[in-house]
C-alpha cells in the first residue's frame, strides 16, 4: 500500500475521507510488518491485529471471525474506525492521538460492528513500534451486560424494599448495621439508609431494648436458626413505646456461611392496643397449596379386569372428548397418550388390576385438538370386605403449566451447572496459568489474589513451584517486601541475583532458578493480585512475549471481575428472593399488560399456586379474584399511563375456594434503568381481621350509644324526681319549724319567768335544732337547684377566683393568724358561678378544721397534665381516718362532733356534684389530727 500523508493530530471528526478508486492499489507502504508474525498471531489470545499509524487494518488473526463474523481478508486494509460505534469514534481518535503523543500501551473500552449488524463491546490495548500498531483485544460484553444486569437487580431491591410497608434491616456478625430500607429510616428517626450503617442498636433511638436485639440477634447467628414472627417492645425516638412483630434468619454468603443477621418487623401497636392481636405472620399467611381435580373417572373391575370406565363431564376440559366419546371408544384413552408415556400408563394399569397400591405417575396426552397436554394421574383402589379389588377411581389433573415451569428451571440448572464447570474461578486461573507457562517457557508459577479486608497476598494456584519455595510464599502478610512489590502495580521481569538483595526469601529456595516475572492483575482499575512465573532456564523475556503475558494478566483480570459481578449478581438475588419470601406481605409486578412478570411466596400462595413460576404470563382474570380482575387492572393503568403511586387503599379480594378477604394495596410505577415505564410493582396485606374488628367496634359503639341515651333518660328522669321531692318536702318541713321555734319563743317571752334554769336551757336547746334544721333544708335545696342550674362555660382565672373568696370569707382580723399560700393557679374553661361556690366550700371548710392550730396552715396548688389540670386544697387541721374516705361527700355524712365543728354534712356534696357536672373528679387524703387535702380535676377543652 501507498504512503499516505499523516492526519493531523487532533482530528476535528471521526469522519474520514475516502480515497479514490484504485489509489490504494497505487500506495507504497512505508515499512512493513515483519514477516514472521505466526508467534505473534498463533498465541491464544482472543483478537489480535497490526495495523499502520492510521489505524488501517494490515493484519487479524482468525480469531476476529469467531467474535464479530469478519473474515480477517475482509477487514484487512479497512479503517478501523468504521467498525467503531459512532458514540464511541471520538475516543477512539483521542486514543490513536495519545499513542503518537507518547508511545506507550493504551487501554481503551469501545463497541465495534459484528458482521450481523449488532454490537460486541471489547477492551483494546495498543502499543506503538515503529510505523505499526500492535493491538490486543478482548470480548467484554458478557461482562458488560452482567454489570446491567446486577445494576438493574439492585434497584429493583432498592424499590421493593422502600415500596413495602414491611421495615427490613440487616447486620454484620457485631449487630452493627449494614442497612436497611427506607421505612427503617423513618422509625429510626434519620433521613438516609447512610446515616444508619456503621451504627448497632446502642446507638439508635431504640436503646433501652439493644441488649435484648442484640441477644436475639447472636442466638440466629449461632444456631443458624430463624426466629419468625415474635413480639417485643421497640422505644422510638421520642419515647414513645411501641409493639413490633419481628423476625430474623442467618444472613448467609454464596458458600453458606452465616455473614450475619436478615430481620424485618412491622407495628401491631394498634392490634395490641385493641386487644385484636394478629396472628403471627406465617400462621396469618400460609395458606395450604390447593391442586384442582380437572376431572374424575371410575373403572368397574370384575375377576382381575376392567370391564367398564366411566368419565366425568369435565373431561372434556382437559381431553377434548365427551363422555359419550369415551364410552364409545373403550380404547380412546390409551392411544390418547403419548406413545413415549404409554409403557408407564399401561404398568400403572397392570399393578392396579392386581390389587397393589401405585405411585402417582404425570405422563403426557394428546388432546382431540392436536395440542399436547401434561396430567397428573392418581388412581384410589376399593375393595370388598374380602379384600378382592371391585374397582377404583381416579383424578385426573391437568399440570401442563407446572411441567413447563419445571422444565424451564432444569433448563436453567443445567445451564447454570454447566457454567459453573466452565468458569469456576480456581480452574479458570489454572488454565490462565497453564497458558502464561506455555506462551513464557517458564516451568513454574502461581497466581496470588489479594485480601480486601488485609491486604495479605495468598497463593490461589500454583504450578511446578519447588516445595519449600510453595511453602515459604503460601501467605504474604501486607508487611512483606514480597507482597509490597506485587501490589506496587509495576511488570517484574528480572532475574534472582537482583531480587534477592530486598527480599529475604531463604536462600536455598533459589537453587536452580534464573528468572522472576510478577505481572499485576487488575480488575477495575484496582490491583487485586499478581501473576508469578520462575524459570531454571529462561534467562531474559522478549518483548512479544512480554506483550503476550500481560495480555492474559488483562483477561485473567477481566475474568475474575466478570466472576465476582455473576457472584455479586447471584447474591443480590438471593437477598431479593430472600426478603420478598420472609416478608409478610404479598409482593407482585406486572408489565403493560397487567400480565405477571414475578411475585413472591406469599403471593403465590393466596393465588393457590406453589410457586411464583406458575403466576407467570397470567392476568388476573386467570386467577382465583377474577370477579375483581376488572377493578385490579383499571388500578394498574391508572398508575402506569399518569406515572403517579396509589398507596394504602383498601379494596375486597376472592379466593380460588370462594372465601372473600379484605386487602390493603400499593402500587407504584415499575421503570427500567432509563426512567420509563415498563409495568406497576404492587403490595397487599391481608386485612380482614382488622376490618372485622373495626364493624365489630362500630357495632359495639351503636349499641352502647343506644343504652348511653337510655340511662341518661332515666337519670335525667330520677333527677326531676329527686328535685321535686327535695322542694317539696324543704317546704312541708319549714312550716312545723316555724311553729316550733315560735312557740318556743313565745313559751321564753311569756312564762319565761314560771320556768326553771332547766326549762330555759330547754327551750334553748329546741331552738338552736330547729335553726340547725333550717340550714339543712337549705343545703339540700342548694344541692337540688345545681341538677337545675344550666352549665354556662366561659374561661376564669383560678388564681384570682381563690383570692377573692379567701378574702370574703376571713375577716382582717383572722388572716393574721392563717397562712394561707397558693401555688401558680391556671385559668380554666368552666362555670365560674358553679366553680366559685366548690372554692367557698373548700377553703371554708379549711379554715374551719385549721382554726385550733396557731398558725393555721392553707395550701392551694395546680399540676397539669396534657389531658387536665388537678387543682388541690390542703390544711393542717383535724384532718380524719381514711377508713371513713367514702363518707366524706356524702350528703349530711359528718366524721367530726357538732359540737366541735359546726356544720350541715352538704357543703362537700355540694363539690362533688358541681366537679362531676364538670366531667371531672374530686377525691380526699387525710390524717387524724394532720390535716386534709382535698383534690379535684377539670378536663382540658
Known sequence: MKNRKPPPRNRPSPARKKPAAGAAASRKPKTSPPEDLSPFFDSPLDLLCIGDRRAIFQKLNPQWEAVLGFPPEEMEGRDFIEFIHPDDRAAALEAFGEIERRKNVQTLTNRVRSKNGAYRWLEWKYVLRGEHIYAAARDITDHQQAEAALLESRRMLETILDTIPVRVFWKDLHSVFLGCNRPFVLDAGFSSPAEIIGRDDHQMGWAQQADLYRSDDRIVMETGKEKIGYEEPQTRPDGKQIWLRTSKKPLRDLEGNIRGVLGTYEDITEQKTAEKALRESDERYQRISRTITDYIYHVRVENGKAVKTLHSRRCLAVTGYTVEEFESDPDLWLRMVDPRDRPMVEEQARTVLSGRDTPVIEHRLRRKDGIRRWVRNTPVLYCDPGGRLVGYDGLIQDITERKEAELQLHTQHELALALSATFNMKEGLRVCLETAMRASGMEAGGVYLADPGTGAMDLVVEQGLPPDLANLVRHLEPDRPEARWMMEGKPIYTDFNNLQSHMPLIPQAYEGLHALIGLPIRCENRIIGCLNLVSSTVDAIPPAIRETL???????????????????????????????????????????????????????????????????????????????AERYRSDDMAVIETGREKLGYEEPQTWADGKRIWVRTSKVPLRDSDGWIRGVLGTYEDITQSKQAEEEIRNLNAELEHRVAQRTAQLEAANKEMEAFAYSVSHDLRAPLRAIDGFTRVLEEDYGHALDAEGKRVCGVIRRNTLNMDKLIDGLLALSRLSRAEMEYQAADMDAMVQSVFQELVPPESRARIDFRTGRLPTVHCDPVLLRQVWINLISNAVKFSNNREPASIRVECRSTPEEDVFSIHDNGAGFDMHYADRVFAVFQRLHNASDFEGTGVGLAIVQRVIHRHGGRVWAEGEVDKGTTIRFSLPKP
Open 550 to 628: 500481560e495480555t492474559i494478566v488483562a483477561q485473567i483480570g477481566s475474568a475474575i471481575g466478570r466472576l465476582r459481578s455473576e457472584a455479586e449478581l447471584r447474591e443480590s438475588q438471593l437477598m431479593l428472593q430472600t426478603v420478598l419470601d420472609t416478608i409478610p406481605v404479598r409482593v407482585f409486578w406486572k408489565d403493560r399488560s397487567s400480565r405477571y412478570l414475578g411475585c413472591n411466596q406469599p403471593f403465590a400462595r393466596d393465588a393457590g399456586f406453589s410457586s411464583p413460576a406458575e403466576t407467570l404470563g397470567k392476568d388476573d382474570f386467570q386467577m382465583g379474584w377474577v370477579e375483581q
